[in-house]
């Protein structure tokens, strides 16, 4: 009896021993990945191959159901991650050597600066050699051409000039042909009117003198 005055009657509970679920089994096909080695110095020591691709993992020829990938994953996880390691330990090395390291790094690294910055001088010299010969031979293909220009106007000059001559002679033959006429036509025509005059000439008579 509750203490409202309501009894409310307990659900059985019923456990059947013989009901179980029954289970696939399936087999779990061996991968042979490769050794991911850690990222410790020296660097050039640690070797790993490519990324595994989970879908067709080495070792395995044909891909069935029951495949896991867990493993290819897991693979190219410690991959990343030791050339993250990689990077890191490179980065932090190449400016720990100026500061922390021992005389012979330090020596070493401020050579290396010394090769870089003779390299990067004599980079700077090539090109500057070349854009002074580049320079000089644009300023001798502009002197040549100022040449070639002045040598074609020149020409052109001479040419005009011969032809302005023969032009000029030409027409002072025609001038003078045409003088030369002028004068013969005028000759003829006075000996022609001398010729009239003595046939039928003005004073018949002789009265004028």
Known sequence: MSPGGISLPSTPIVIFGSFNTPKRSCTVTPLCLPTV?????????????????????????????SLE???????????????????????????????????AEKEEYRQELRQLLKKQMS???????????????????????????LLHDLEQERTKALFLQRFRDENKKLMETKWKENRLIKSLEIIRERELLQYNPINWSGTLK
Request: glycine share 4%.
């Open 123 to 149: 980079e700077k010299w090539a090109m500057e050699r070349e854009m002074l010969n580049r320079q000089a031979k644009d300023a001798e293909a502009a002197r040549e051409a100022d040449r070639l220009a």
């Open 37 to 65: 080695t850690p990222a410790l110095v020296p660097l050039s020591v640690n070797k790993f191959g490519s990324r595994v691709n989970p879908l067709h993992p080495p070792g395995v020829r044909r891909r069935t159901v």
């Open 69 to 103: 990938t867990m493993a290819a994953h897991h693979f190219n996880q410690q991959r990343a991650i030791v050339m993250q390691q990689k990077e890191y330990y490179r980065y932090h090395q190449d400016w720990q050597r100026p500061f922390y390291g021992s005389k």
